[in-house]
């Protein structure tokens, strides 16, 4: 009987530790797979990681790579979807990173990036209604992020809803009262309404805000010569060229000397303009000799003055300021006959400005040859019909019939 229960015993032993290795075969199963995945995720977390730094430091190719591999790794994770779409948007490849922006709000819709630089791309390929959809389901997704309602104010801005942007940024401005961004933008729309008055104030009010931008100082200092406020202007735009991002701008030097032409400076306007025609880029710079050309006729710097003539003619030699100056030395040297053809050469040229035929007239009148003049002031007339000036030099010389039509072809 012992012997029996020995036996029995055992059998129930060996029954209990097949059972036990059955199940522990089981369970070994699925912690193999639960570690492997882990392992997974770990591999692709770091290829995140060195797919992030390659893209912050602009090796967009490897990037690329990197991330890729993270998402054949694991695919799930939108954090890596929004990395890939950035990194092709920076590549211009916009449908691709559309896609994965996409991608990345279906797994995570609570993800402001996804719809942020989805809106980006949407902006680039010039969809601003839809931009503006992502950039607003960004904003309910991270209501304290001021960039957003920022980026969806531009969109409206874009598809000239200015009220809508406005009143936008109006009561985001309550959450975000020290941002500066938010005043410029609505500086930018206060300028769009042609209420210069009201953008000074609101470009004032960002650069207190953000007083090292030089962007807001150079908002500010635009609006202000908008406004008429020269001076200050010419303040602002000094400020600017002084800083390191503002040194190589030649549009704010030239900015600078308008102004200084505006508060009868011209001496000081005329040698930064000299600066600028004189240095490499100069020679093709025909704004500055545009610019130079008007301040030496107020300074009657003769000889500046057919330097600039000559310089434009050979430069620009489809636009009339060459001829327009070389006709007023021409003139000043008591040549008026040569002025007089030199502008019939501006009037060819340029088809739509009354101000050629406007000298010419004035220069035939001297000469005593009236209808050549009246001819000369239906030409001006007849491109800037609410020229006053023309139409009372016509009425000087023609009748009043004459006057009326102003409608001799040229």
Known sequence: MRT?????????????????????????????????????????????????????????????RSIDRSLTMDDTVAKSHVLRG????????????????????????????????AGIVYERISRPEQAFEAYMKAQKNDPTDPQFPLAAAEMLVEQGKLAEAE?????????????????QTLGHIALLR?????????????????????????????????????????????????????????????????????LDKPVEARAILLGLVRDESGGSDTASWIEL????????????????????????????????????????????????ATLSRAIAVDKTSAGPALLQGVILQDLGRGAEAARAFRIALKRDPSNAQ???????????????EAVEPE
């Open 86 to 117: 950035r990194i092709l948007l920076e590549l211009s490849r916009l449908e691709p990173a559309l896609q994965s922006l996409e991608r990345a709000g279906e797994l995570k819709p609570e993800d402001a990036e996804a719809f942020y630089y």
């Open 167 to 183: 009143a936008m940024l109006t009561d985001s401005s309550a959450s975000f009262q020290h941002n500066a961004g938010i005043r």
């Open 390 to 404: 023309a139409r009372a030099l016509l009425a000087g010389v023609a009748p009043a019939s004459a006057v009326a």
């Open 194 to 262: 042609g209420d210069t008055a009201r953008a000074v104030v609101l470009f004032n009010e960002a650069t207190l805000l953000g007083p090292g931008d030089a962007a807001l100082r150079e908002d500010l200092a635009r609006a202000q010569m908008s406004a008429g406020r020269f001076a200050d202007a010419e303040t602002g735009l000094r400020w600017i060229l002084d800083q390191p991002e503002g040194k190589d701008r030649r549009d704010l030097v030239h900015l600078r000397a308008r102004c200084l032409i505006e």
């Open 293 to 340: 050309g008007n301040v030496s006729l107020m300074l009657n710097d003769q000889s500046r003055l057919r330097e600039c003539a000559q310089r434009l003619m050979s430069a620009a030699p489809g636009q009339p300021e060459g001829y327009l100056f070389l006709a007023l030395w021409q003139r000043g040297r008591g040549e008026p006959d040569k002025a007089v």
């Open 4 to 64: 029996i229960a020995l036996s029995t015993l055992a059998l129930l032993a060996g029954a209990a530790l097949l059972g036990g290795c059955q199940g522990h075969g089981k369970y070994t199963g699925e912690f193999k797979e639960n570690a492997e995945l882990r392992v997974s995720q770990m591999k692709a977390a770091t290829e995140w990681d060195m797919a992030r730094q390659q893209f912050l430091s602009g090796d967009l190719e490897k990037a690329l």
